[in-house]
């Protein structure tokens, strides 16, 4: 490029700062470009910075609003209810559980449990029962009778939902969903073998145990605790409690 070239580029090249960068940053000479400059680049990057985080939060939440689809659809195939029925479940996220249920979760020191999605069933919907909880690990999914879930006196007392978050944890923990069913249908303790391997089996002793640990956490004494499993269980599932209880209270 010739020397006359190079004079008129530059004449360009002025006439395009003096176009785009206001007068006070043109009086402060090479520095006050520079920092124009930077700070232009700076605002970019940011607006570009924002563009991505909306993009990932709507991502997010178009894969949840599908979640939640997918649960309602599981939830009517498995309570088979009507149609209309599905609008009186709730559902909420553990993060989101009311404070009288938080010191469950953080128990557990584990953040994957955050999007446990808990579905709160009417009591007339609700198929199990005498028993309050339930888990689908699988589908990190909690449910739990809406009577027992707005209990104002002593609620949860004995700390299910503690158990049923363990029961996600220990999926989550698991190689895969198989093995995680494998475990539900070996026996824990083969001394203890009945004819089923419920409640004794390695996953039943991991939610168990998380559960009693939190209640001894919380002052609950022993008796305590197989009192309140009481209301639950019969006389041949309390040797597996007992044994449980051993290695968290001491024999």
Known sequence: MSVEGESKLTDQQSESIKTETPDEILTGGPTGLA????????????????SKKTQI???????????????????????????????????????????NYQAQREALHDE????????????????????????????????????????RENPDEIAWMCHELAHCQNLLEAESPEEYQDNMRKFAFDDLKLEHPYPNNPVELHAFTKQFQYLKEQGKSREGILTMLGEYYGEQDFPFFNRLLDGVYGQ
């Open 35 to 50: 920092t124009f400059f930077l700070e232009k680049e700076r605002l970019k990057a940011n607006k570009q910075d924002e």
């Open 57 to 99: 939060r709507d991502e997010l939440s178009g894969e949840r609003v599908t979640e939640r689809e997918n649960i309602k659809k599981y939830l009517h195939e498995y309570l088979g209810f009507n149609e209309g029925d599905i609008e009186k479940i709730k559902l909420l996220e553990a993060m989101d559980l009311p404070q």
């Open 112 to 151: 994957r449990l955050d999007r446990v999605t808990i579905a709160i069933v009417p009591d007339a919907l609700w198929i199990k029962g005498s028993q309050p909880s339930e888990s689908n690990a699988e589908k990190q999914l909690i449910l739990i009778k809406e009577s027992y879930f707005e209990a």
